[in-house]
């Protein structure tokens, strides 16, 4: 099966992120300017392993029209075997392989980016994923693991696999989500690829996509924590793409926004739903005042009404008018135990 990949040019992602991007949440931005495609949160493939509920029916959504990619983590070449077979007997036409993720927990178990330090592994994963699955094959990956100096090599595993499409994140795994994008090397990869390569990492708004896709000649974007902090990001792509005015949300919007998400986690029964909210508020927050009161005030807030007191007291009255930032305000971070690291 051809890569989905038309005539049009560029194409849009939104990063799978644990957590986060479940069928509902999918919705909510396909609401506000769908992107071209999904990625489910990943399947852990291992001995016992079982596809688990929510992500199965995130794959199986469309929201807004759109596909949605499964998405495989793990090592063992028989596992993976069964889950493909397993997975051929639902409706679904991409399945992508998970070089990337960088939390410890998991790259210490050697699978997502922890399998960037074994070239044989990955060309192995990759070519087993390609002959046994019909579908859209692609890789997901970063640029190395603790530094970049493999990539040349990791790439070309990765395309001994013969994928539809790669995404590269321009950032080690060590990184994490802190310091510089290299996209020199995603701009390197579209000269090494005979397929679409994907830029990931730092797309912070509708000039930042249009910036690396200039500066890489890579295919696509793929947005991830930016597209929590801002779900109309793809709409603004598209209209920057044809050279029309992007769209400009305001505070009030963003309260909206918020109100969605709140309703999405309480319908998900979490044990505490105030805390989950934090989670997507700590990404909006970096975008609603440049002083970083709202973050602030919102990580004090305990209690789902509480919460909610912070953001009207933000989005409404005076503020509700007021445009809803591009990007984020320099100095503030998303992730507390990141600043000033």
Request: hydrophobic share 40%; net charge positive.
């Given at each position: 099966?051809?890569?989905?990949f038309?005539?049009?040019g560029?194409v849009?992602?939104?990063?799978?992120?644990q957590?986060?991007?479940?069928a509902?949440f999918?919705?909510?931005?396909?609401?506000r300017?769908a992107?071209d495609y999904f990625i489910a949160e990943y399947?852990r493939?291992h001995?016992f392993f079982?596809?688990e509920e929510?992500?199965?029916?995130?794959v199986?959504s469309?929201?807004g029209?759109?596909?949605?990619?499964?998405?495989?983590?793990g090592?063992?070449?028989?596992?993976?075997?069964?889950?493909?077979k397993?997975?051929?007997?639902y409706p679904i036409?991409?399945l992508d392989?998970n070089?990337?993720?960088?939390?410890?927990?998991i790259y210490?178990?050697?699978?997502?980016?922890?399998?960037l330090?074994d070239?044989k592994?990955?060309?192995?994963?990759?070519?087993?994923?390609?002959?046994?699955?019909g579908?859209?094959?692609s890789?997901?990956?970063r640029?190395g693991f603790?530094s970049?100096?493999n990539?040349?090599?990791i790439?070309?595993?990765?395309?001994?696999?013969n994928?539809?499409?790669?995404?590269?994140?321009?950032?080690?795994?060590?990184?994490l989500?802190?310091g510089?994008?290299d996209y020199?090397k995603i701009?390197?990869?579209?000269?090494?690829?005979p397929v679409?390569?994907?830029a990931n990492g730092?797309i912070i708004s509708?000039?930042?996509?249009?910036d690396v896709l200039k500066s890489?000649?890579?295919?696509g974007?793929?947005?991830?924590?930016?597209?929590v902090?801002n779900?109309?990001?793809?709409?603004?792509?598209?209209?920057a793409?044809s050279?029309?005015?992007?769209?400009?949300?305001?505070l009030g919007e963003?309260r909206?926004?918020?109100?969605?998400l709140l309703?999405?986690v309480?319908a998900?029964?979490v044990?505490?739903?105030?805390?989950?909210?934090?989670?997507?508020l700590?990404f909006?927050?970096v975008?609603?005042?440049?002083d970083?009161?709202f973050?602030r005030?919102m990580?004090?807030a305990r209690?789902?009404?509480?919460l909610m007191?912070?953001?009207?007291k933000?989005m409404?009255?005076?503020?509700?008018n007021?445009?809803?930032p591009?990007?984020?305000?320099?100095g503030?971070c998303s992730?507390p135990?990141h600043?000033?690291?």
């Amino acid at each position: 099966m051809a890569a989905p990949f038309g005539k049009s040019g560029v194409v849009t992602f939104l990063a799978p992120m644990q957590d986060i991007t479940d069928a509902n949440f999918m919705q909510i931005v396909a609401n506000r300017g769908a992107p071209d495609y999904f990625i489910a949160e990943y399947f852990r493939i291992h001995e016992f392993f079982e596809f688990e509920e929510h992500v199965l029916k995130a794959v199986l959504s469309k929201p807004g029209g759109r596909p949605v990619s499964a998405q495989f983590i793990g090592e063992d070449e028989n596992c993976i075997l069964r889950a493909i077979k397993k997975l051929s007997k639902y409706p679904i036409d991409s399945l992508d392989l998970n070089l990337g993720c960088p939390a410890p927990k998991i790259y210490r178990k050697n699978v997502g980016g922890g399998l960037l330090r074994d070239v044989k592994k990955i060309r192995s994963l990759t070519r087993i994923m390609r002959d046994n699955w019909g579908g859209i094959f692609s890789v997901k990956m970063r640029i190395g693991f603790d530094s970049s100096e493999n990539f040349e090599d990791i790439l070309s595993a990765v395309l001994d696999g013969n994928p539809d499409f790669i995404t590269i994140h321009a950032r080690t795994v060590k990184q994490l989500y802190r310091g510089e994008c290299d996209y020199s090397k995603i701009k390197a990869a579209v000269e090494m690829s005979p397929v679409p390569v994907i830029a990931n990492g730092d797309i912070i708004s509708a000039r930042k996509a249009l910036d690396v896709l200039k500066s890489t000649g890579c295919a696509g974007v793929m947005v991830g924590r930016h597209a929590v902090r801002n779900p109309w990001i793809f709409r603004q792509i598209s209209e920057a793409l044809s050279a029309a005015k992007p769209y400009s949300p305001t505070l009030g919007e963003v309260r909206v926004y918020v109100e969605d998400l709140l309703k999405s986690v309480i319908a998900s029964s979490v044990r505490y739903p105030d805390s989950r909210m934090k989670k997507f508020l700590n990404f909006i927050g970096v975008a609603v005042d440049g002083d970083g009161a709202f973050l602030r005030e919102m990580r004090l807030a305990r209690g789902v009404p509480a919460l909610m007191g912070v953001c009207d007291k933000f989005m409404l009255g005076a503020n509700e008018n007021l445009p809803f930032p591009d990007e984020p305000y320099a100095g503030l971070c998303s992730r507390p135990n990141h600043e000033n690291k």
